[in-house]
């Protein structure tokens, strides 16, 4: 019911920052709250920011103060704005989505659709 195909990822210097976007399609898109995750090589998929149909944001300790999350108006596009970059924050990064009763946010099994994913290196 739900499509999602990321944008944005490549590499940056430590330091720097990087924009991520996803787009959503499909009769439900507007239904589903929305979050990032990544996954670094031999480590498991985490989650890294969320945000629900009432705008309530959250993040993982690790990227707090430094990542934002943001969706657009019609709830089709999602954004992940990443500053102050650090070589940890390197992987796979996917947008996901799950439906607003299931929770809690940030924990993989509660997330229904993902995208394919967008690779982001940060380099010391």
């Known amino acids: 019911q739900v499509q999602l195909v990321e944008f944005g990822g490549g590499s940056a210097q430590a330091g720097g920052s990087l924009r991520l976007s996803c787009t959503a399609s499909g009769s439900t898109y507007s239904t589903n709250c929305m979050g990032w995750f990544r996954q670094a090589p031999g480590k498991e998929r985490e989650g890294v920011a969320d945000i629900d149909l009432a705008g309530t944001t959250t993040y993982a300790d690790s990227v707090k103060d430094r990542f934002t999350i943001s969706q657009g108006n019609a709830r089709n596009t999602l954004y992940l704005q990443m500053d102050r970059l650090k070589p940890e924050d390197s992987g796979m990064y996917y947008c996901?989505?799950?439906?607003?009763?299931?929770?809690?946010?940030?924990?993989?099994?509660?997330?229904?659709?993902w995208g394919q994913g967008t690779q982001v290196t940060v380099s010391s």
């Open positions: 996901a989505a799950r439906f607003p009763s299931v929770g809690p946010p940030l924990r993989r099994a509660a997330y229904s659709f």
